[in-house]
């Protein structure tokens, strides 16, 4: 018989940073994304002074990713930013949600439905497709699995590679979120600057 101790899952997020931030550049591939991110957003990114300055063949091997999900994905930009929104959120990973309506911002998406996306299913400001999207990527946050009738409704309105998309871009967000929150990388402030 096994005597597992309890685990202790916090309900907060940590409010502090976990690991120091540093200021090393170990590569020319970092150098290179700490400058683009200091000229997009006005600041390096906390994740780049925490993580990749740690193990900068992580961001080597996520640039790809990045670049999928910024101009790979035939769902749309609008419908990215709020999916990306809504997961981290539900992640309660405030770094990501920050960072992601920065870049909608930058990129002209709607502030307003960014601004309702709490009351996505009942606000007239989103669509059936918007809704559908975004009740399913909530789904998969909150108990891991969709229901047969939110799938069926899916099916009816995207494509089965939209439905592909819809839970990779689910799928990347939480994984993103899930580096940034265990390690106390809070909001960068990005829409504030």
């Not at 930009?77 to 920065?102: A, G, P, Y």
């Not at 009738?149 to 009816?156: C, D, E, I, M, Y």
């Not at 439905?163 to 929150?181: G, H, K, P």
Request: aromatic residues 10%; proline residues 5%; charged residues 20%.
């Amino acid at each position: 018989m096994s005597h597992a101790l309890p685990i202790h899952v916090p309900t907060d997020p940590p409010k502090a940073l976990r690991l120091a931030a540093l200021d090393v550049q170990p590569s020319l591939l970092l150098r290179a994304f700490n400058w683009l991110s200091r000229w997009r957003f006005g600041k390096v990114i906390t994740p780049s002074r925490v993580i990749y300055a740690r193990f900068p063949t992580l961001l080597w091997r996520q640039l790809p990713l990045y670049h999928l999900a910024e101009s790979g994905l035939v769902i749309g930009n609008d419908l990215r930013f709020l999916i990306e929104v809504q997961v981290s959120s539900l992640n309660h990973c405030t770094f990501c949600e920050d960072l992601h309506r920065k870049n909608a911002q930058l990129s002209k998406a709607s502030i307003a439905k960014l601004a309702a996306i709490d009351d996505f299913e009942s606000s007239e400001l989103f669509d059936e497709r918007e809704r559908l999207a975004l009740r399913y990527v909530t789904e998969i946050a909150q108990p891991g699995s969709v229901s047969d009738a939110t799938f069926a409704r899916l099916r009816a309105c995207f494509s089965e590679r939209e439905i592909v998309e819809l839970t990779w871009l689910q799928a990347f967000t939480t994984y993103l979120n899930r580096m940034a929150v265990p390690l106390g990388i809070g909001s960068d402030g990005f829409c504030a600057l």
